[in-house]
């Protein structure tokens, strides 16, 4: 039996929270990577006798702390409440970009960019986004935050360097501690109140779970995956940005004509790629062809420095890949992940994602100091070649999602029961009920049902 989809639309409230997170989300992306364009030309300037090392420790040690602090900052949120821990991280992320601008040495850089970092409040958003918009528009404000994510990554590539013409590097930092004030507004004055806040499985982190997350090996590869994407990102960023003064011949002020076409053209070119791993049901070597292409397109940074042209195409084959990769891995992980686990699990793959951005800043940098521009592209192609071998080994992933819908009044008694027919329904592959939380986690094809069918089903297999 197959159902159509039920349609409607997010009420005043939802819309406002899917995009009052979104904005809070973009604040804090701009000012985490507004300098990946620019910091690597301001540290060697700015900064007498500083070395490769420490500035892709300075770039990526973000990262360590962000990965440290996400999960206890939604664990504490979860007990204090999320609005006050947002406004807490924003404060926290404020003081590091002060510390960022006035900072004197690449020491007192590397300081700030760490205390940046620790206003870990990823976590908390996504929490959020389960208290105030209900099931069935859930995934809905997701992509609403997530298509935010990618506009503002786009963006701080775009402004870093004309922001740093007119302002210089340190004013950017100025304007990120400005930013980190307009987020801390938005929590404040647009983000709705949250009345019924509860643990969410779907967003929240249960620490009982990580064991059993972490001995899964098709969420490892994912991991995996994350970490080397952004460890292979930072590390490029700190050469490329000195391979388009010196071999492209432009001036800082003008790397956005590179950075502004390369970015549109690339999410552009994604688009039939993630249409034909959704809808075709391609999933599986579109990625792998698009983890092969990274790691190919490294060898071709390896052996061009010079010439725009060359580096304008690497640049967009590089970020069409990226992109699609970017767009892709978050899928997966809700694909892979059991039914009731999927918080843990995305709180996992964030962390990796950030721990791959410290570790790739600080080897990045080492190799840039001791074997130059090659040394950073040869460690970017072995580790590309590594999440390669660990891809092709990916199980096929069903194209699924997961959904929840409350549960009232059932015994254990009448648990097997019930899942023994919702399974026999069509569309539903997995299910855990937790009679103890009143809620029942599915593994669904949205294609052909809804948390709204759901409801309603569940209903009937009661009576």
């Known amino acids: 039996?197959?159902?159509?989809?039920?349609?409607?639309?997010?009420?005043?409230?939802?819309?406002?929270?899917?995009?009052?997170?979104?904005?809070?989300?973009?604040?804090?992306?701009?000012?985490?990577?507004?300098?990946?364009?620019?910091?690597?030309?301001?540290?060697?300037?700015?900064?007498?006798?500083?070395?490769?090392?420490?500035?892709?420790?300075?770039?990526?040690?973000?990262?360590?702390?962000?990965?440290?602090?996400?999960i206890p900052y939604g664990m504490l949120s979860d007990k204090y409440g999320r609005k006050p821990l947002m406004i807490l991280g924003m404060l926290v992320f404020m003081a590091g970009s002060v510390i960022c601008a006035l900072a004197d040495s690449i020491e007192m850089m590397i300081i700030g960019r760490a205390i940046q970092g620790m206003g870990a409040v990823a976590a908390v958003l996504m929490a959020s986004v389960a208290d105030l918009v209900t099931e069935k528009y859930r995934l809905r404000a997701l992509s609403i935050v997530g298509i935010t994510i990618g506009l503002s990554f786009?963006?701080?590539?775009?402004?870093?360097?004309?922001?740093?013409?007119?302002?210089?590097?340190?004013?950017?930092?100025?304007?990120?501690?400005?930013?980190?004030?307009?987020?801390?507004?938005?929590?404040?004055?647009?983000?709705?109140?949250?009345?019924?806040?509860?643990?969410?499985?779907?967003?929240?982190?249960?620490?009982?779970?990580?064991?059993?997350?972490?001995?899964?090996k098709q969420l490892l590869r994912l991991d995996l995956g994350v970490f080397i994407l952004h460890a292979m990102l930072t590390a490029m960023f700190i050469v490329v940005p000195l391979a388009l003064r010196d071999g492209a011949q432009l001036d800082v002020l003008d790397h956005w004509h590179v950075y502004l076409p390369v970015m549109?053209?690339?999410?552009?070119?994604?688009?039939?790629?993630?249409?034909?791993?959704?809808?075709?049901?391609?999933?599986?070597?579109?990625?792998?062809?698009?983890?092969?292409t990274l790691a190919l397109v490294q060898i071709g940074f390896m052996n061009v420095h010079e010439g725009f042209w060359a580096l304008f195409v690497l640049l967009l084959i590089f970020f069409t890949a990226f992109n699609l990769l970017e767009a892709s891995l978050p899928?997966?992980?809700?694909?892979?992940?059991?039914?009731?686990?999927?918080?843990?699990?995305?709180?996992?793959?964030?962390?990796?994602?950030?721990?791959?951005?410290?570790?790739?800043?600080?080897?990045?940098?080492?190799?840039?100091?001791?074997?130059?521009?090659?040394?950073?592209?040869?460690?970017?192609?072995?580790?590309?070649?590594?999440?390669?071998?660990a891809a092709i080994t990916m199980q096929k992933p069903l194209p699924l999602s997961i959904a929840s819908v409350p549960l009232e009044n059932i015994s254990e008694?009448?648990?097997?029961?019930?899942?023994?027919?919702?399974?026999?329904?069509?569309?539903?592959?997995?299910?855990?009920?937790?009679?103890?939380?009143?809620?029942?986690?599915?593994?669904?094809?949205?294609?052909?049902l809804n948390e709204e069918t759901l409801i309603n089903y569940i209903e009937q297999s009661k009576n």
């Open 264 to 292: 549109l053209l690339s999410f552009v070119l994604m688009v039939p790629f993630i249409i034909q791993a959704e809808s075709r049901d391609r999933m599986k070597p579109i990625f792998i062809g698009a983890v092969a």
């Open 154 to 216: 786009t963006l701080s590539l775009i402004a870093g360097p004309v922001l740093a013409s007119l302002f210089g590097v340190r004013g950017i930092f100025w304007i990120i501690g400005l930013l980190a004030v307009i987020g801390i507004l938005l929590v404040i004055f647009a983000l709705p109140k949250i009345e019924n806040q509860t643990f969410q499985r779907e967003a929240g982190t249960d620490t009982s779970q990580f064991g059993e997350i972490l001995r899964d």
């Open 1 to 70: 039996m197959s159902i159509v989809s039920a349609q409607g639309s997010m009420s005043p409230t939802e819309r406002r929270a899917a995009f009052s997170i979104a904005g809070i989300f973009s604040t804090r992306m701009l000012g985490l990577f507004m300098i990946f364009p620019v910091f690597a030309l301001f540290a060697e300037a700015e900064f007498s006798e500083v070395t490769g090392l420490q500035i892709g420790i300075a770039m990526g040690i973000y990262g360590l702390t962000q990965a440290l602090l996400q």
């Open 331 to 389: 899928s997966l992980v809700v694909k892979l992940a059991p039914a009731d686990k999927k918080g843990t699990a995305s709180g996992v793959f964030s962390t990796s994602q950030f721990l791959g951005a410290a570790v790739g800043g600080a080897l990045g940098g080492y190799f840039y100091q001791h074997y130059g521009y090659n040394g950073v592209f040869i460690f970017t192609t072995l580790i590309g070649a590594a999440w390669f071998i």
């Open 413 to 448: 008694s009448e648990v097997e029961g019930l899942k023994t027919k919702l399974l026999a329904y069509d569309g539903i592959y997995e299910v855990v009920v937790l009679p103890e939380e009143s809620r029942i986690f599915f593994k669904v094809d949205r294609k052909v």
